[in-house]
């Protein structure tokens, strides 16, 4: 079965820093991977997705994640994090469930706080 | 912004009543999931539907059940609710034909339930 981990659950960085949140994830297939980000009482906005090609994509908001197919990693990167930036972060996986029907497993999430 | 509403946003209510949560949509997709978000959990997949009158279980279905009787709405009622279902409830959708394959997930805004 599909898993996704989040080995940090909270993160401080301050304004200004670089930023990287680690996500490994297990699946026997090519993985489609997701990161979303869920600002403190709002629903959870897709930053940036990879399924295949190069494997360093690009997202909204100057976020870009690198898969690394031998480590079974995501890793999401900011190189100048703002403070706007503080938020929860999830990783995703999709899997598939029956039929055509599909579902996202997701991490536990990673909490960042960003200092002035 | 994927056309999605959930009502209600908020709401307490008291151990064994019944509860139904709506989650709408405007732009006509296919599937659309229940999650539920729990601290240290992530979310997990309730129920999702692949058509009107198509649903199926997710990982953490007990105590839960669903109805889509058209495209537009999907319905998540809890049948008499314990402590244990306080969480905040997300309603998705799955917009085929994306970029992301059969796995690219849009999520509505939340409903926090809290059960007394």
């Known amino acids: 079965a599909q898993s996704v981990t989040q080995p940090d659950i909270h993160i401080t960085v301050s304004e200004g820093a670089s930023l990287e949140l680690r996500c490994n994830y297990s699946?026997?297939?090519?993985?489609?991977l997701f990161w979303y980000v869920q600002s403190p009482g709002q629903g959870l906005q897709l930053l940036l997705k990879?399924?295949?090609?190069?494997?360093l994509v690009q997202g909204i908001k100057g976020f870009e994640a690198e898969f690394k197919r031998s480590q079974s990693s995501f890793n999401l990167r900011k190189p100048s994090v703002h403070w706007s930036d503080a938020a929860e972060y999830f990783c995703?996986?999709?899997?598939?469930?029956?039929?055509?029907?599909?579902?996202?497993?997701f991490g536990t999430g990673t909490r960042l706080q960003v200092t002035l | 912004d994927a056309g999605i509403t959930q009502s209600p946003r908020h709401k307490v209510t008291e151990t064994g009543t019944p509860v139904t949560l709506r989650c709408h949509q405007t732009e006509n997709h296919r599937y659309m999931y229940w999650y539920r978000q729990d601290p240290g959990h992530g979310l997990r997949l309730i129920h999702y539907?692949?058509?009107?009158?198509?649903?199926d279980k997710g990982e953490v279905s007990d105590g839960y059940s669903v109805s889509r009787s058209k495209t537009e709405d999907f319905l998540l009622t809890l049948e008499s609710a314990t402590s244990s279902q306080t969480s905040v409830y997300f309603c998705?959708?799955?917009?085929?034909?994306?970029?992301?394959?059969?796995?690219?997930?849009?999520f509505g805004p939340g409903t926090r339930l809290t059960v007394t």
């Open positions: 539907s692949y058509g009107v009158k198509d649903t």
């Open positions: 998705a959708i799955r917009r085929t034909g994306a970029q992301g394959g059969p796995y690219e997930q849009y």
């Open positions: 990879y399924f295949s090609g190069d494997t």
């Open positions: 699946y026997g297939a090519t993985p489609y």
């Open positions: 995703a996986v999709g899997a598939l469930l029956a039929g055509t029907a599909s579902k996202l497993t």
